[in-house]
C-alpha cells in the first residue's frame, strides 16, 4: 500500500478527519470523515477497491488449499443488473 492509502485507512480507524466538507459528485454532501467516498457510486476507485478486495480473498483460500474461482466476465445482463444466487459447483 501506498503513504496515501495508508493514512486514508489509519484516518478511518480512528475517527480522524479525512477531507474538508464538501459536495460530492452525485449532489450529496461529504463530511470531514470523507465516509461518502466508499459508498457513493460516482467515486472514483471504487471497483479498483472492490476488485483488489477480491484478489486478496482469492489468493488467501488459494494458499490455504481451497479453490476460488472468481466471477467470469459477462455475467451482466444486458439491463445493468447483475444476477443474483449464482452457484458455482466444482
Given at each position: 500500500?501506498?503513504?496515501?492509502?495508508v493514512?486514508?485507512?489509519?484516518?478511518?480507524?480512528?475517527?480522524?478527519?479525512?477531507?474538508?466538507?464538501?459536495?460530492?459528485?452525485?449532489?450529496?454532501?461529504?463530511?470531514?470523515?470523507?465516509?461518502r467516498?466508499?459508498?457513493?457510486?460516482?467515486?472514483?476507485?471504487?471497483?479498483?477497491r472492490?476488485?483488489?478486495?477480491?484478489?486478496?480473498?482469492?489468493r488467501?483460500?488459494?494458499?490455504?488449499?481451497?479453490?476460488?474461482?472468481?466471477?467470469?466476465?459477462?455475467?451482466?445482463?444486458?439491463?445493468?443488473?447483475r444476477?443474483?444466487?449464482?452457484?458455482?459447483i466444482?
Amino acid at each position: 500500500m501506498d503513504n496515501e492509502a495508508v493514512r486514508g485507512a489509519v484516518s478511518l480507524r480512528l475517527g480522524l478527519n479525512l477531507c474538508a466538507p464538501h459536495t460530492c459528485q452525485c449532489g450529496s454532501p461529504v463530511d470531514a470523515l470523507g465516509i461518502r467516498a466508499l459508498v457513493c457510486k460516482h467515486a472514483s476507485g471504487r471497483f479498483a477497491r472492490q476488485h483488489a478486495l477480491d484478489d486478496i480473498i482469492s489468493r488467501a483460500l488459494v494458499s490455504t488449499g481451497i479453490p476460488a474461482l472468481k466471477e467470469p466476465a459477462g455475467l451482466s445482463r444486458s439491463d445493468g443488473r447483475r444476477p443474483d444466487g449464482l452457484t458455482l459447483i466444482p
